[in-house]
């Protein structure tokens, strides 16, 4: 079966400096892949230059007939726009000449109560934004969902349903997921494979194997005891 996702030697400049450099990946379909490192390792640039929106030289290919969702890492809302995120929503789905019921459909996968829906989005709580959020990526039914930092900024238990929401989505509907993610308890928890970035290092594989001691000593300089915390979660089935 052809991966959903094949990348050779992507390489991103910015002027005279090198943000990735020749990178090659491949990805499955229904697979969560975390992309982690330390701040500017180059994730975000990863996801832009996958979605094409900046440029790149090398090869990105997407199978045929993927459709790509993507949540960005932070938007500021304007909190004087009085646009409910009903109709945020309805404006997205008629430009994808979208059935009526895809608003609905799309809401509720995301969590998004009919209180929500009718709700001012320049009100909304960090956490209700980012559903609306996602509910707006899973219009059109994608078949990939790029996240970037999907609970920056956002408390325990709002992160905590965020990604109880992609583990959902990943196993119910079989959806491939690309996250970029600074938490690696989550990291553990959810993703089948792992992709670091740091400096011109590259290691792929799944977490358990990837992320040894040398490896996160290598990527983040980390102390010891973080190395103990990231122990507990390798060591649970």
């Given at each position: 079966m052809a991966p959903v996702l094949r990348v050779r030697d992507l390489t991103v400049r910015f002027g005279q400096r090198t943000i990735?450099?020749?990178?090659?990946?491949?990805?499955?379909?229904?697979?969560?892949?975390a992309v982690i490192g330390p701040n500017g390792s180059g994730?975000?640039?990863?996801?832009?230059?996958l979605l094409g929106l900046l440029p790149?030289?090398?090869?990105?290919a997407w199978?045929?007939?993927?459709?790509?969702?993507?949540?960005?890492?932070?938007i500021a809302p304007d909190r004087t726009l009085p646009v409910r995120v009903r109709e945020l929503?309805?404006?997205?789905?008629?430009?994808?000449r979208l059935p009526k019921t895809a608003v609905d459909d799309a809401?509720?996968?995301?969590?998004?109560?009919?209180?929500l829906l009718d709700a001012v989005a320049g009100v909304l709580s960090g956490g209700q934004f980012q559903k609306m959020l996602v509910a707006y990526a899973l219009l059109g039914d994608p078949t990939v969902l790029l996240f970037d930092e999907p609970t920056?900024?956002?408390?325990?238990?709002?992160?905590?349903?965020?990604?109880?929401?992609l583990h959902w989505l990943q196993k119910e509907r079989g959806m491939t997921v690309i996250l970029v993610s600074h938490e690696l308890n989550i990291v553990f928890r959810y993703a089948s494979r792992v992709l670091c970035l740091s400096r011109g290092l590259v290691c792929s594989g799944p977490p358990r194997e990837v992320l040894t001691q040398q490896m996160l000593e290598a990527l983040y300089g980390?102390?010891?005891?973080?190395?103990?915390?990231?122990?507990q979660h390798r060591r649970q089935p």
């Open positions: 990735i450099d020749r990178l090659n990946l491949e990805l499955e379909a229904g697979e969560i892949l994730k975000t640039v990863l996801l832009k230059a790149y030289e090398g090869e990105v199978a045929e007939g993927t459709r790509i969702g993507y949540v960005p890492q932070k929503l309805e404006a997205k789905a008629r430009l994808l809401a509720r996968a995301a969590g998004l109560s009919a209180e920056a900024s956002l408390d325990e238990l709002s992160e905590e349903r965020v990604y109880e929401l980390a102390p010891q005891s973080y190395y103990l915390h990231v122990e």
